[in-house]
Each structure stands twice: as structure tokens, then as C-alpha cells.
């Protein structure tokens, strides 16, 4: 009998400390594949397309991000236009094509396991549905994360620059133009648009840039882009809806499944701990009882 509960106590100390462990894998997920993952090593050779734009290392622009959300006094202003800057300085335009893969832009395991299983083992599932090629250009929902890796197509970029504005107190969101995407940031006077993909900033509403098309041109003609890009640019904002960007992304913990993690992380410690307070107790009782068994064996006078 006292075998068995020393069993008992064992696989409970054992199934609480796999919980443990996997729960706080869980929920450090994303600050761990944050800390790893390295810029994208083909970042030196994919041709720079801002011109007014001076590239940085992607380390450098997370440090300048960090500093700038710490900065005391700074306007809303100002902070919408060097956060915009950065991003557009710290990342490099670059999307994964139909068909291809790119094991560095993928997912990593802590960062979502779930969408890492997808990626590795229901592969051949995934391709006969037609699911591949969308997995494979999931966009990272952690800014931090993206802005390390260094590469990403106009949603990953304005999805960094949007998730920063956000964590620092600014209503900002990211707005789909049909065919770009940009950052909508709301301020005392009323709306800007951020493009960290062309460099950018619109001091003026989306409805404007609609409505304005010689007001858009003359800020990206002043970035130095040709007259054809330029126009085409004007032509994403008149024919624009005020969508907001609705993008898959890797990495989101959702509230509901914070709870639950979080729950098992509790119930895994309270078992670890009841199992081992169990088995000290119990090798407590053992040790009394062979005490007083040898106490009570009479000593033979020789």
C-alpha cells in the first residue's frame, strides 16, 4: 500500500512539473524566439527601394524604438514621425513568393507551436488544401520580434510601427488601401498616416489622401520614387476604402488562452508541490517507524 502511494505521489510530482514547464513555455513563447532570432541573413543583398531612407541594423532600430518610448516630454507629433522613421530605416521590403519557402521568415516553436506543428508535420495536408502558401507568409503579431528579424513586405512594417504606437499609449491602426497598407494614427488635431514601407508621413486624414491626390504626390515625389511609382501610390488612395487590416499573424496570445495556460501553470505548481510534500511526508513516517521499531527490540545481556 505505501508502494503504491509513493507511486501515486511520483506521476503527480511528474504530471505537475511537465505542466509547469510547458505552460511557462507557453507563455515566455514569445519573449524567448524575441531574444534568438537573428536579422535575416539575406538582408545585405535585397536591394534598398527608399531612397530618402539611410538602412540601420534592425538591433539598432530596436534600441532607438526602446529609447524613444522612454523619452520624457516628447510630442505626439514628434513621436509619430521618429517612430515612423525607424521602422522604415530598421526594415527591408521583402515577401515570400507562391511556392517558395524561407525557413528564416517561418514560424518558431515557442513563438506559436501550433502553427509550427502545421508548418512541419501536416505539410502534405495543408498543400492538397491549398493552405501552404498562406502559411508560410504569416505575418509575427509581436513588433519586437518582426523588427529584429529585419525583413517584411508594407503589412509587416506598418504592423510593427502600429503595435509600437499602441504599446506607447497612441490610438493607431493598420488601415488595407487595396493593393498597400499603411498606418492610421489618430492625434489631438486629427488623423496622420504613417508608410514606413515608402518612408513617409502624411500629415492628413486617409480621407484626405482620397480626396487630394496633388497633396499625396508631392509627398512621395518628395521621396524621391519616379513618376510612375508615385502615381500608382495616388492611385492606391483614390480608389481606397477605410478598411482597417485584417492579416494572419504568428505569435498572438489571445486572452481566453492566456487564462487557461495560466491556469494549468497554477494547477502544475499546487501539484508538484502537494506531490513532494506528500513523499516527505511520507519518508518522515517511515524513518519514525523503523525508529521505534528498533527502540522497541529488547537488548540481549551478554
Not at 31 to 42: G, N, Y
Not at 181 to 194: P, S
Not at 245 to 250: A, D, K, L, N, Q
Request: hydrophobic fraction near 40%; charge should be positive.
Amino acid at each position: 500500500m505505501k508502494r503504491l502511494a509513493r507511486l501515486v505521489c511520483f506521476v503527480v510530482v511528474g504530471a505537475g512539473c511537465a505542466m509547469t514547464t510547458v505552460s511557462t513555455l507557453w507563455l515566455a513563447g514569445p519573449t524567448l524566439t524575441r531574444l534568438t532570432i537573428d536579422a535575416h541573413p539575406s538582408r545585405s543583398t535585397i536591394r534598398w527601394v527608399k531612397p530618402r531612407v539611410t538602412c540601420i541594423d534592425p538591433l539598432i532600430a530596436m534600441a532607438q524604438l526602446e529609447e524613444l518610448s522612454t523619452e520624457r516630454g516628447i510630442g505626439r507629433d514628434a513621436l509619430l514621425t521618429r517612430a515612423s522613421a525607424i521602422v522604415a530605416a530598421g526594415m527591408v521590403k521583402y515577401w515570400v513568393g507562391p511556392g517558395t519557402r524561407d525557413k528564416d521568415v517561418e514560424c518558431r516553436l515557442l513563438e506559436d507551436p501550433r502553427h509550427w506543428w502545421r508548418l512541419r508535420f501536416d505539410e502534405r495536408s495543408e498543400r492538397e488544401r491549398g493552405e501552404i502558401d498562406k502559411l508560410c507568409r504569416y505575418e509575427r503579431d509581436d513588433w519586437r520580434t518582426a523588427l529584429r528579424l529585419g525583413v517584411g513586405y508594407c503589412s509587416q512594417q506598418s504592423l510593427v510601427l502600429a503595435h509600437f504606437l499602441q504599446e506607447n499609449g497612441v490610438e493607431a491602426r493598420v488601415a488595407a488601401l487595396g493593393g498597400h497598407v499603411v498606418v492610421a494614427a489618430q492625434r489631438e488635431a486629427g488623423e496622420w498616416i504613417l508608410d514606413p514601407d515608402y518612408g513617409v508621413v502624411l500629415p492628413f486624414s486617409l480621407q484626405r489622401a482620397r480626396e487630394d491626390a496633388e497633396a499625396v504626390r508631392s509627398i512621395y515625389a518628395a521621396g524621391k520614387y519616379g513618376p510612375a511609382q508615385v502615381e500608382m501610390v495616388v492611385g492606391i488612395y483614390r480608389a481606397s476604402s477605410d478598411a482597417t487590416y485584417v492579416g494572419s499573424t504568428i505569435g498572438r496570445r489571445r486572452g481566453e488562452e492566456r487564462l487557461i495556460v495560466s491556469s494549468a501553470l497554477g494547477c502544475g505548481v499546487l501539484m508538484t508541490l502537494a506531490g513532494t510534500i506528500a513523499l516527505r511526508r511520507g519518508r518522515c513516517a517511515s524513518r519514525v517507524t523503523a525508529e521505534s521499531a528498533a527502540a522497541s527490540v529488547p537488548v540481549r545481556a551478554s
